[in-house]
Protein backbone atom coordinates (compact mmCIF):
# COMPACT_ATOMS: atom_id res chain seq x y z
CA UNK A 1 0.00 0.00 0.00
CA UNK A 2 1.45 3.54 -1.25
CA UNK A 3 2.05 5.86 1.64
CA UNK A 4 0.85 9.71 1.72
CA UNK A 5 4.81 10.97 1.09
CA UNK A 6 5.24 8.57 -1.99
CA UNK A 7 2.09 9.38 -3.53
CA UNK A 8 3.06 13.34 -2.62
CA UNK A 9 5.90 12.76 -4.73
CA UNK A 10 4.24 10.80 -7.56
CA UNK A 11 1.57 13.81 -7.88
CA UNK A 12 4.56 16.40 -7.92
CA UNK A 13 6.50 14.41 -10.61
CA UNK A 14 3.55 14.27 -12.49
CA UNK A 15 2.47 17.85 -12.71
CA UNK A 16 5.86 18.63 -13.20
CA UNK A 17 6.58 16.25 -16.45
CA UNK A 18 3.78 17.32 -18.27
CA UNK A 19 4.92 21.62 -18.23
CA UNK A 20 8.48 20.95 -18.46
CA UNK A 21 8.13 18.47 -21.18
CA UNK A 22 6.18 21.20 -23.37
CA UNK A 23 8.94 23.59 -22.64
CA UNK A 24 11.41 21.69 -23.22
CA UNK A 25 9.97 20.73 -26.94
CA UNK A 26 9.62 24.31 -27.35
CA UNK A 27 13.26 24.84 -26.88
CA UNK A 28 14.38 21.98 -28.91
CA UNK A 29 12.18 22.71 -32.01
CA UNK A 30 13.74 26.48 -31.59
CA UNK A 31 17.50 25.11 -31.44
CA UNK A 32 16.54 23.03 -34.63
CA UNK A 33 15.40 26.09 -36.62
CA UNK A 34 18.17 27.99 -35.92
CA UNK A 35 20.63 25.55 -36.58
CA UNK A 36 18.56 25.17 -40.09
CA UNK A 37 18.59 28.67 -40.57
CA UNK A 38 22.48 29.12 -39.45
CA UNK A 39 22.97 26.86 -42.78
CA UNK A 40 20.09 28.06 -45.32
CA UNK A 41 21.28 31.80 -44.51
CA UNK A 42 24.68 31.58 -44.19
CA UNK A 43 25.23 35.66 -44.61
CA UNK A 44 22.80 37.09 -41.93
CA UNK A 45 24.10 34.91 -38.56
CA UNK A 46 23.08 38.52 -36.14
CA UNK A 47 19.00 37.07 -37.93
CA UNK A 48 19.39 33.87 -37.15
CA UNK A 49 20.36 34.79 -33.77
CA UNK A 50 17.57 37.17 -32.95
CA UNK A 51 14.93 34.35 -33.87
CA UNK A 52 16.57 32.70 -30.99
CA UNK A 53 16.53 35.78 -28.92
CA UNK A 54 12.67 36.47 -29.41
CA UNK A 55 11.35 32.92 -29.71
CA UNK A 56 13.75 32.06 -26.55
CA UNK A 57 11.75 35.01 -24.68
CA UNK A 58 8.58 33.36 -25.32
CA UNK A 59 9.43 30.87 -23.06
CA UNK A 60 8.60 32.83 -20.10
CA UNK A 61 5.00 33.47 -21.34
CA UNK A 62 4.98 29.03 -21.44
CA UNK A 63 6.41 29.06 -17.70
CA UNK A 64 3.44 31.77 -16.93
CA UNK A 65 0.78 29.70 -18.63
CA UNK A 66 1.72 26.54 -17.23
CA UNK A 67 2.43 27.62 -13.74
CA UNK A 68 5.81 26.26 -13.79
CA UNK A 69 7.26 27.43 -10.49
CA UNK A 70 10.13 29.91 -9.40
CA UNK A 71 12.78 27.39 -8.21
CA UNK A 72 12.61 25.57 -11.66
CA UNK A 73 12.46 28.77 -13.78
CA UNK A 74 15.73 30.17 -11.41
CA UNK A 75 17.53 26.62 -11.37
CA UNK A 76 16.55 26.78 -15.61
CA UNK A 77 18.12 30.62 -15.59
CA UNK A 78 21.15 29.17 -13.73
CA UNK A 79 21.86 26.58 -15.90
CA UNK A 80 21.21 28.11 -18.94
CA UNK A 81 24.03 31.03 -17.75
CA UNK A 82 26.56 28.03 -17.05
CA UNK A 83 25.71 27.05 -20.26
CA UNK A 84 26.09 30.52 -22.41
CA UNK A 85 29.47 30.77 -20.54
CA UNK A 86 30.69 27.55 -21.35
CA UNK A 87 29.57 28.30 -24.79
CA UNK A 88 32.08 31.63 -25.13
CA UNK A 89 34.90 29.36 -24.40
CA UNK A 90 33.35 26.52 -26.61
CA UNK A 91 31.57 26.97 -29.70
CA UNK A 92 28.74 25.20 -28.67
CA UNK A 93 26.01 27.00 -30.61
CA UNK A 94 26.77 29.11 -33.16
CA UNK A 95 23.70 29.64 -34.45
CA UNK A 96 23.46 31.38 -30.85
CA UNK A 97 27.00 33.17 -30.75
CA UNK A 98 28.24 34.24 -34.14
CA UNK A 99 27.43 37.56 -34.08
CA UNK A 100 30.67 38.55 -35.52
CA UNK A 101 31.12 41.21 -32.48
CA UNK A 102 32.01 40.76 -28.48
CA UNK A 103 28.65 40.52 -26.88
CA UNK A 104 27.84 38.78 -23.13
CA UNK A 105 23.73 38.90 -24.34
CA UNK A 106 22.71 35.32 -23.71
CA UNK A 107 24.92 35.00 -20.49
CA UNK A 108 22.88 38.61 -19.18
CA UNK A 109 19.65 37.31 -20.62
CA UNK A 110 19.48 34.40 -18.35
CA UNK A 111 20.08 36.69 -15.70
CA UNK A 112 17.50 38.67 -15.88
CA UNK A 113 15.51 35.99 -16.38
CA UNK A 114 16.39 34.61 -13.06
CA UNK A 115 16.39 37.79 -11.23
CA UNK A 116 12.99 38.75 -12.10
CA UNK A 117 11.32 35.33 -11.45
CA UNK A 118 13.23 35.53 -8.10
CA UNK A 119 11.52 38.55 -7.24
CA UNK A 120 7.82 38.49 -9.14
CA UNK A 121 7.20 35.09 -9.48
CA UNK A 122 5.12 34.27 -6.88
CA UNK A 123 2.65 36.82 -6.64
CA UNK A 124 2.70 39.00 -9.40
CA UNK A 125 4.87 37.25 -12.53
CA UNK A 126 2.98 39.58 -15.20
CA UNK A 127 6.28 41.63 -14.09
CA UNK A 128 8.67 39.03 -15.01
CA UNK A 129 6.73 38.23 -18.09
CA UNK A 130 6.45 42.08 -19.14
CA UNK A 131 10.65 42.48 -18.45
CA UNK A 132 11.42 39.85 -20.21
CA UNK A 133 9.15 39.89 -23.50
CA UNK A 134 10.28 43.75 -23.87
CA UNK A 135 13.94 42.44 -24.38
CA UNK A 136 12.82 39.44 -26.43
CA UNK A 137 10.67 41.38 -28.94
CA UNK A 138 11.82 44.81 -28.15
CA UNK A 139 15.49 43.89 -29.17
CA UNK A 140 14.87 41.44 -31.83
CA UNK A 141 12.71 43.62 -33.74
CA UNK A 142 14.71 46.85 -33.61
CA UNK A 143 17.97 44.62 -34.86
CA UNK A 144 16.15 43.32 -37.61
CA UNK A 145 14.28 46.01 -38.93
CA UNK A 146 17.10 48.49 -38.16
CA UNK A 147 19.42 46.45 -40.38
CA UNK A 148 17.02 46.09 -42.99
CA UNK A 149 15.51 49.34 -43.26
CA UNK A 150 17.66 51.39 -40.94
CA UNK A 151 19.02 54.46 -43.18
CA UNK A 152 18.52 56.91 -40.65
CA UNK A 153 21.49 56.60 -38.17
CA UNK A 154 22.50 58.51 -34.96
CA UNK A 155 25.47 57.90 -32.83
CA UNK A 156 26.12 58.19 -28.87
CA UNK A 157 29.82 57.82 -28.24
CA UNK A 158 31.45 54.86 -30.07
CA UNK A 159 27.30 53.39 -30.50
CA UNK A 160 25.33 53.73 -33.82
CA UNK A 161 21.90 53.35 -33.86
CA UNK A 162 19.06 53.87 -36.69
CA UNK A 163 16.07 55.80 -35.88
CA UNK A 164 13.82 52.89 -37.27
CA UNK A 165 15.35 50.35 -35.29
CA UNK A 166 14.72 52.26 -32.41
CA UNK A 167 11.19 52.74 -33.27
CA UNK A 168 10.82 49.38 -33.28
CA UNK A 169 11.97 48.70 -30.31
CA UNK A 170 9.44 51.37 -29.23
CA UNK A 171 6.68 49.80 -30.91
CA UNK A 172 7.30 46.20 -29.47
CA UNK A 173 7.87 47.48 -26.15
CA UNK A 174 4.79 49.70 -26.18
CA UNK A 175 2.67 46.54 -27.48
CA UNK A 176 3.75 43.54 -25.37
CA UNK A 177 3.58 46.13 -21.80
CA UNK A 178 0.69 47.91 -22.80
CA UNK A 179 -1.13 44.12 -24.03
CA UNK A 180 -0.04 42.50 -20.31
CA UNK A 181 -1.22 45.09 -18.42
CA UNK A 182 -4.42 45.72 -19.79
CA UNK A 183 -4.82 41.97 -19.11
CA UNK A 184 -4.26 42.10 -15.84
CA UNK A 185 -4.83 45.47 -14.49
CA UNK A 186 -7.87 46.55 -16.70
CA UNK A 187 -7.84 49.39 -18.98
CA UNK A 188 -7.06 52.67 -16.71
CA UNK A 189 -5.41 55.48 -17.51
CA UNK A 190 -2.33 53.99 -15.42
CA UNK A 191 -1.77 51.07 -17.52
CA UNK A 192 -1.34 53.40 -20.41
CA UNK A 193 0.69 55.65 -18.78
CA UNK A 194 3.13 52.84 -17.61
CA UNK A 195 3.31 51.28 -20.85
CA UNK A 196 4.58 55.12 -22.28
CA UNK A 197 7.09 55.26 -19.76
CA UNK A 198 8.74 51.72 -20.14
CA UNK A 199 8.63 51.61 -23.83
CA UNK A 200 10.52 55.47 -23.62
CA UNK A 201 12.81 53.53 -20.97
CA UNK A 202 13.82 50.87 -22.34
CA UNK A 203 14.22 51.76 -26.29
CA UNK A 204 16.64 54.67 -24.42
CA UNK A 205 18.28 51.82 -22.15
CA UNK A 206 18.94 49.72 -25.48
CA UNK A 207 20.36 52.59 -27.32
CA UNK A 208 22.89 53.17 -24.90
CA UNK A 209 24.23 49.98 -23.99
CA UNK A 210 27.02 47.87 -25.29
CA UNK A 211 28.72 44.19 -25.09
CA UNK A 212 25.05 42.87 -24.37
CA UNK A 213 23.88 44.35 -21.39
CA UNK A 214 20.88 46.00 -23.18
CA UNK A 215 19.67 41.80 -21.91
CA UNK A 216 19.80 42.91 -18.14
CA UNK A 217 19.44 46.29 -17.86
CA UNK A 218 15.91 46.69 -20.53
CA UNK A 219 14.28 43.66 -18.69
CA UNK A 220 15.13 44.58 -15.18
CA UNK A 221 14.36 48.39 -15.78
CA UNK A 222 11.06 47.45 -17.71
CA UNK A 223 9.90 44.95 -14.87
CA UNK A 224 10.72 46.86 -11.77
CA UNK A 225 9.47 50.19 -13.41
CA UNK A 226 6.15 48.54 -14.00
CA UNK A 227 5.93 46.93 -10.63
CA UNK A 228 6.65 50.62 -9.07
CA UNK A 229 4.52 52.44 -11.60
CA UNK A 230 1.57 50.67 -10.08
CA UNK A 231 2.24 51.01 -6.58
CA UNK A 232 2.29 54.68 -7.03
CA UNK A 233 -0.43 55.05 -9.32
CA UNK A 234 -2.73 53.01 -8.22
Not at 7 to 36: D, S
Not at 131 to 153: E, N, P, S, T, Y
Request: net charge neutral; charged share 10%; glycine share 8%.
Amino acid sequence: MSNPESLWLNHTLVNLALPLGVVFIYLTLLVFVAEVLNRVITNDAELTRKVVHIGSGNVILLAWWLDISRAVIVTAAIIAAAIAILSYLIPILPSIESVGRRSFGTLFYALSMGILAAYFWVDTPQYAVIGILVMAWGDGMAAIIGQRFGKHKYQIGAITKSWEGSGAMTGAALIVTGAILLAVEGNHWQTWTITVVVAFVATVTEAFSKLGIDNLTVPLASGFLCFLGIQVLS
